[in-house]
């Protein structure tokens, strides 16, 4: 007799091609909802880095609007070194910084295109003197953010602008942008001013400068430019 053949164990080729079409479709279905899924997913994490940018960069402008010092703009000029703008700030605050030596500097915040933080070493200059040149700017935020600037003092109206006055400012209003757009984020914030008076007032308030009286006829009245001949 003859043995009879033995089965041989496995897929065939119609089992195998079955899998492969199924295993497609499989694969066919997780390509499609990642395409869908992942394009949201990225806009989410750059919408939470971008907001991460914007607060680290109002962070660092509050702290540096807070330690603004009242120091006077010249040698025979009581008014404070503060050049308010809708879109700068010029201030002297103490200096910050891991090399900075002790002493005081003057902050230029600029928001043409983004924000940039520049400073130069504060010293005591004569009225007509140059600024004293400002180090490489630091870039703090990047477009298409900008910032617009508002100033208000103890009356609590808000100005675009803050300029040869006899005070600083009691607060600042930063809004955020986005310059594409011209709109405002809700991220926007209000940073408040530690000192508005020089130290001097604290030991003698009769002064001039801290009861709002009028600066001598030579210099201009408060919230006008300079004029030179």
Same mark, same amino acid.
């Given at each position: 007799?003859?043995?009879? !053949?033995?089965?041989?164990?496995?897929?065939?080729?119609?089992e195998?091609?079955?899998?492969?079409?199924?295993?497609?479709?499989?694969?066919?279905?997780?390509?499609?909802?990642t395409?869908?899924?992942?394009?949201?997913?990225?806009?989410?994490?750059?919408?939470?880095?971008?907001?991460?940018?914007?607060?680290?960069?109002?962070?660092?402008?509050?702290?540096?609007l807070?330690?603004?010092?009242?120091?006077?703009?010249?040698?025979?000029?009581?008014?404070? $070194?503060?050049?308010?703008r809708?879109?700068?700030?010029?201030?002297?605050? *103490?200096? $910050?910084?891991?090399? =900075?030596? *002790?002493?005081?500097?003057?902050?230029?915040?600029?928001?043409?295109?983004?924000?940039?933080?520049?400073a =130069?070493p504060?010293? !005591?200059?004569?009225?007509?003197?140059?600024?004293?040149?400002?180090?490489?700017?630091?870039?703090?935020?990047?477009?298409?953010?900008?910032?617009?600037?508002?100033?208000?003092?103890?009356d609590?109206?808000?100005?675009?602008?803050?300029?040869?006055l006899?005070?600083?400012?009691?607060?600042?209003?930063?809004?955020?942008?986005?310059?594409?757009?011209?709109?405002?984020?809700?991220?926007?914030?209000?940073?408040?001013?530690?000192?508005?008076l020089?130290?001097?007032?604290v030991?003698?308030?009769?002064?001039?400068?801290?009861?709002?009286?009028? *600066?001598?006829?030579?210099?201009? *009245?408060?919230?006008?430019?300079?004029k030179?001949?």
């Amino acid at each position: 007799m003859t043995p009879a !053949p033995r089965r041989t164990e496995g897929f065939t080729l119609v089992e195998m091609l079955v899998a492969l079409v199924l295993a497609a479709l499989v694969v066919s279905a997780l390509a499609t909802l990642t395409a869908q899924w992942l394009p949201n997913w990225k806009r989410g994490i750059n919408r939470v880095e971008n907001v991460e940018r914007v607060s680290l960069a109002l962070r660092r402008v509050t702290a540096d609007l807070g330690a603004a010092a009242f120091v006077p703009a010249g040698l025979e000029r009581p008014r404070p $070194l503060f050049d308010g703008r809708p879109a700068s700030i010029t201030f002297v605050r *103490p200096a $910050l910084g891991p090399n =900075a030596r *002790p002493g005081l500097e003057i902050v230029l915040l600029a928001s043409d295109d983004g924000l940039t933080r520049s400073a =130069a070493p504060y010293v !005591p200059r004569r009225s007509g003197d140059a600024m004293p040149a400002f180090g490489a700017p630091v870039v703090l935020l990047r477009a298409p953010y900008q910032l617009d600037f508002s100033y208000a003092g103890s009356d609590g109206l808000w100005l675009g602008a803050w300029t040869n006055l006899d005070e600083l400012p009691r607060a600042v209003r930063i809004v955020v942008r986005d310059a594409r757009t011209g709109r405002a984020l809700d991220i926007s914030t209000v940073a408040l001013l530690n000192t508005e008076l020089p130290a001097a007032c604290v030991s003698n308030a009769a002064l001039p400068i801290c009861n709002g009286a009028a *600066p001598p006829d030579d210099e201009p *009245p408060p919230g006008t430019a300079d004029k030179t001949p």
